[in-house]
């Protein structure tokens, strides 16, 4: 039996969608991918029990209240109902143990789910930052990170130096209790982060889904090891 990943989706226009790079990801390390609608975080808890692991997908801007703030000049768009749905999967998610591979906006979700912040417009906010909105097809990585040795990430490349690619201009800025970060731009921006004390939890700020399925062999490592953990949860759960 194949692990039954739980993959949250992007709302644009009253219309609900996945890039197809995601499901490909998933599917190409071994997984069988479900979309999960809007409107379900009630039962949030019923629902991670349904899946084997989950992956929080990448999309538009946080509302600035689900950290305790008010909307900066340089919000972009935001979708409260998916806010809740996302920080309630989160959360329990958290709670349940299962595997976790949260992707950019889904990284951001993770840091404010546990009790975090972000910064709203990195440009405007922080100083001397890269470009993090890349012009460069998006399968490319187009700038470095380094990785902490004492991380997961460093235990499936082997590299406390990757390349990746970038599409945010939200990052994290006060990093939440459990959240150990393992990975950051040159520039100081957080690029990736793990919870301290869970099974398996990947979040990063950039999008492997585009370079794993670009061919980026590091990538399809990520997305291999996160399918293997979720397999390990499904045996455990018969």
């Known amino acids: 039996m194949k692990p039954v990943i739980g993959l949250t989706l992007s709302i644009e226009n009253d219309t609900s969608?996945?890039?197809?790079?995601?499901?490909?990801?998933?599917?190409?390390?071994?997984?069988?991918?479900?979309?999960?609608?809007?409107?379900?975080?009630?039962?949030a808890e019923q629902l991670v029990k349904m899946f084997d692991g989950i992956v929080l997908s990448g999309g538009g801007d946080l509302h600035p209240h689900t950290f305790g703030e008010e909307p900066h000049v340089k919000l972009g768009a935001v979708n409260s109902d998916r806010d809740r749905l996302e920080l309630a999967l989160a959360k329990a998610a958290i709670k349940a143990g299962i595997p976790i591979f949260a992707i950019c906006r889904g990284h951001q979700v993770l840091n404010v789910a546990l009790g975090g912040t972000l910064?709203?417009?990195?440009?405007?906010?922080?100083?001397?930052?890269?470009?993090?909105?890349?012009?460069?097809?998006?399968?490319?990585?187009?700038?470095?990170i380094s990785v902490s040795?004492?991380?997961?990430?460093?235990?499936?490349?082997?590299?406390?130096?990757?390349?990746?690619?970038s599409f945010?201009?939200?990052?994290?800025?006060d990093v939440a209790p459990g959240v150990k970060v393992t990975g950051k731009a040159n520039d100081g921006i957080i690029e990736?982060?793990?919870?301290?004390?869970?099974?398996?939890?990947?979040?990063?700020?950039?999008?492997?889904?585009e370079m794993a399925v670009g061919g980026d062999s590091d990538s399809?490592?990520?997305?291999?090891?996160?399918?293997?953990a979720s397999k390990k949860v499904e045996v455990a759960s018969k």
């Open 168 to 173: 945010h201009h939200q990052a994290i800025k």
């Open 192 to 209: 990736a982060v793990e919870i301290e004390d869970h099974p398996f939890c990947l979040s990063v700020q950039w999008h492997p889904e």
């Open 119 to 144: 910064y709203q417009d990195i440009y405007s906010q922080t100083k001397d930052i890269y470009l993090h909105s890349q012009t460069a097809p998006r399968h490319e990585g187009t700038h470095f």
């Open 220 to 228: 399809q490592k990520l997305f291999a090891a996160f399918i293997v």
């Open 17 to 43: 969608f996945i890039n197809w790079r995601y499901t490909k990801a998933i599917i190409g390390a071994g997984g069988l991918p479900v979309g999960i609608p809007l409107w379900v975080e009630e039962d």
């Open 149 to 165: 040795e004492d991380s997961l990430l460093y235990k499936l490349l082997g590299k406390d130096k990757i390349v990746v690619n």
